[in-house]
């Protein structure tokens, strides 16, 4: 039998309930089981592959090229879940899918309705996201309870509880208690209102999770409990971390969440919750002194979840070899006016991915100041095809080289719509999306740090290396050191004569974990390391761990 754990939240948004799913999933895997992880999400775009990153922060990619929200990138940095298109459903997607049936005649002679048709039709997408051998099933609900477009699915885990035997089912609520500063009081009437909420829809929550700046006291936790009708014990805290968000998983152990989950799920409750290698990582990350800084030149470098994997890849790098990554964010745009005084005295340059103009002229210019300077590069996808366009510019001298996507007409169309894209015209889930396999060229940068010659990485792009220009890039000097076989289309470029300088059309940053750094990540930082013990000049990496 599979047990369900939903996972809701109050009093405001952002309060971190996607890392707090991904932390939950990740202890009862150190207890273990096998977990599935699942998001519903309640707009109404059929997924989030069509919204700004401004407007919803990283489009996480999946190996099945489902575009998702970005807490499933916290739920595979944390577990080893497997997660494909049945783990983020949308109120877009479901309403599609019911209309889509309502067309051919599945309801004939039926009124379509949000109670049963859309709610059985959420309750069939949280069953689709068990994995086959789950022990337990963790779905969480995007936005806050309260809300008007989250009604449906709150409704629908009400029902589905209603369903199945009392103990295959668990709410865990996620709230806020505001911190007064003038009066020096933490607050629980919003989490009390909040959970009101979900008490009228009837829904019972056996665990409050209560995200607060201060310590909950015993006093406050008793008084919370009696007001929203859940077990002393069971009202937890998750105080702001002043260190790593990778103290998560441990704070709510040490709280006692494993227990309680376990008790009120009927799972074995002997069972040990094994954080130790895990606590060993933050202990290590805890003693690194070195630091090395790498800017990241992108476009939307004003807002942290839009380039969040890259950020979360760099750490990880930076926890295997033992460094603190800093990061500088720069503005493409302010590069293009301020040039290289913006990089001064970074260890690094990467240049992230990105669609239109904006930005574009100064993540060119950032590449020509790194390549110039032997200044540690990595460029991923937008920043690799902006790499190779760069290289075309200043190296083979066509000043008009560029990208198709910024000018349809340019004569040099170094980088070029894919020509698999000839007859799309629809924008959503059209790309070049998810996994595909590369093929690495023996004795290159990128064969040495991924130690094989075959890989498979996940895309999401139209454009591409163009490769009527490939022999004149290659012979002055731009390797090609990865290809998708079947169409011989370059997916890597780095070069010779450069500590480190690699441009990749693919998004390596899906599939880095903390324990797990990804090799490219892993070589840019041990470069960058080296540069920085170097005093800031070029040096040579001591160790790639790749
Ligand atoms: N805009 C580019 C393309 O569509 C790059 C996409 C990206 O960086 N994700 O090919």
Redesign the pocket.
Known sequence: MVKHIFVTGGVVSSLGKGLTSAAVGMILECRGLKVSMQKLDPYINVDPGTMSPYQHGEVYVLEDGSETDLDLGHYERYTNARLDRFSNYTTGKIYSEVIARERRGDYLGSTVQVIPHITDAIKDAIRAGVAPGVDVAITEIGGTVGDIESLPFIEAIRQFALEVAHDDVMFVHLTLLPYLRASGEMKTKPTQQSVGKLREIGIQPDVLICRTEQPLTDEMAKKISLFCNVRREAVIEERDVEFSIYEVPSMLVKAGLDKIIARRLGLPAEAETDLSRWNRMIDDMRRTTETCEIAVVGKYTALHDAYKSIYEALAHAGIANNTKVKIRKVKAEDYAIHGAALIEGVDGVLVP???GERGVDGKIMAIKDARESQLPFFGI??GM?CATIEFARNVLHLPEAETE?LDPATPHPVIHLSPEQDNVHEKGGT?RLGGYDCALAPGTLAHRLYGTTHIRERH?????YNNAYRARLEAAGLVTSGVFPRRDLVEIVELKNHPFFIGVQFHPEFKSKPLQPHPIFDGFVAAALAHARNGGRAGKPERSRA
Do not use: D
């Open positions: 991915g990105g669609f996808c937008l095809q996507e790309m999401r792009h139209r454009f591409e």
